[in-house]
């Protein structure tokens, strides 16, 4: 596993504009190899678009990418992907009338080249992705299934699963437990954790305090474009960060929103 506290990627005086709008104002950022790190801010707040340049969906209008102590620049998620980088999204892309396997090695499938094709293993498909998924301990009938009939939980595993099949360095998850059932929450914040132990890092978009609480190692806050707040888990509490998303410091009164919860 690769040694905790080393910055894996860092981003130095990020800017990004839309014509006239300002999304993020010299944002300053970074992610340690093995860590996993919860990112918090209103709607609005610049999370999604910081973490769109991260993985190369966008390109900074100021500031550099520093990866494993080096300036990159991705002019795409596939530059991205080249340095190990993943983006998991909300709605998981995956393909649902195609089987798990299908899913997992889409557009990267083993076989055989042939000129400009290539003829897929399947067989061998077959076997690597039950070897991947056993290695995450992710638990299908069978990877021949199509993802349709799976339920969310276990769309959002292929989905972590597919995005690790390649030596993936750094995961990022948009919301990864917004769209599941409540008994599915937790095998997908555990699976969260097992690649922490497999040496990778993950960053982790969420609104649900009890996700952060319960996976991350460290959380930091955006507010309107900005960084605004950062600590290590064990340093802060469920109150403060959740002032940090409304823009306050040093908040530690119950709120309305957990005597409901």
């Known amino acids: 596993m690769a040694e905790t506290g080393t910055a894996l990627l860092e981003a130095r005086g990020i800017a990004k504009y839309f014509g006239a709008i300002t999304a993020l104002d010299d944002v300053n950022f970074h992610v340690d190899h093995g860590e996993v790190l919860g990112v918090v801010g209103d709607n609005g707040a610049g999370k999604s678009t910081l973490m769109k340049i991260l993985s190369g969906l966008y390109q900074p209008s100021k500031g550099e990418l520093i990866f494993d102590g080096r300036p990159v620049h991705f002019s795409s998620p596939k530059d991205a992907r ?4 993943e983006m998991v999204y909300q709605d998981f892309a995956l393909a649902g009338n195609m089987p798990i396997y299908e899913n997992i090695y889409m557009g990267r499938e083993p076989g055989r080249r042939l000129g400009p094709l290539t003829i897929i293993d399947h067989k061998k498909a077959r076997e690597m992705a039950q070897s991947h998924l056993d290695n995450l301990h992710i638990h299908v009938k069978s990877v021949s ?4 009939d799976l339920s ?3 769309r959002q595993a292929v989905a972590i699963a597919r995005a690790t099949a390649f030596d993936a360095q750094l995961v990022i998850m948009d919301e990864p437990t917004a769209a599941l059932a409540i008994k599915e929450v937790g095998k997908v914040l555990d699976l ?3 690649l922490k132990d497999h040496g990778v890092a993950v960053i982790v978009i969420s609104h649900r305090m009890d996700d952060i609480f319960y996976c991350c190692d460290r959380v930091m806050a955006l507010y309107q474009g900005a960084n605004f707040a950062e600590s290590q888990l064990k340093d802060t509490s469920r109150n403060e960060v959740i002032g940090w998303i409304m823009g306050t410091k040093g908040h530690t009164e119950s709120l309305a929103h957990d005597r409901l919860n």
């Open 152 to 154: 969310g939980g276990q």
């Open 192 to 194: 969260i954790k097992r």
């Open 145 to 148: 299934q199509n993802t349709e």
């Open 82 to 85: 080249g340095k190990g980088i």
